[in-house]
């Protein structure tokens, strides 16, 4: 069965940087396309970023010079690199592999 398990949510200071992790497991063969999505309080989920398993990479326009999105395919997981933190981009943070599987989300907290 496929698990998804993000951690490196967290409590941090506007301006300041998270690393996401994203571990998957369950299946022999790599994904071919991991992705971040997220989702703010009282708002429904949105896409972040997601990555081809050639590395070829999309963003949100909100998240795009800020955000940086990668993978190691040997460990199947997927990393989500946050710079520039702003208290819009409090939410749960939500992995998610070929559009079928999603993890439980990782918390992120923007606040001064």
């Known amino acids: 069965q496929v698990q998804l398990v993000e951690s490196g949510g967290g409590l941090v200071q506007p301006g300041g940087s998270l690393r996401l992790s994203c571990a998957a497991s369950?299946?022999?063969?790599?994904?071919?396309?991991m992705g971040w999505y997220r989702q703010a309080p009282g708002k429904e989920r949105e896409f972040v970023a997601r990555i081809t398993s050639g590395r070829i990479t999309y963003y949100a326009d909100s998240v795009k010079g800020r955000f940086t999105i990668s993978r190691d395919n040997s460990k199947n997981t997927v990393y989500l690199q946050m710079n520039s933190l702003t208290p819009e981009d409090t939410a749960v943070y939500y992995c998610?592999?070929?559009?079928?599987?999603w993890g439980k989300g990782t918390l992120v907290t923007v606040s001064s």
């Open positions: 369950g299946r022999s063969s790599r994904f071919a396309i």
């Open positions: 998610n592999a070929e559009k079928n599987y």
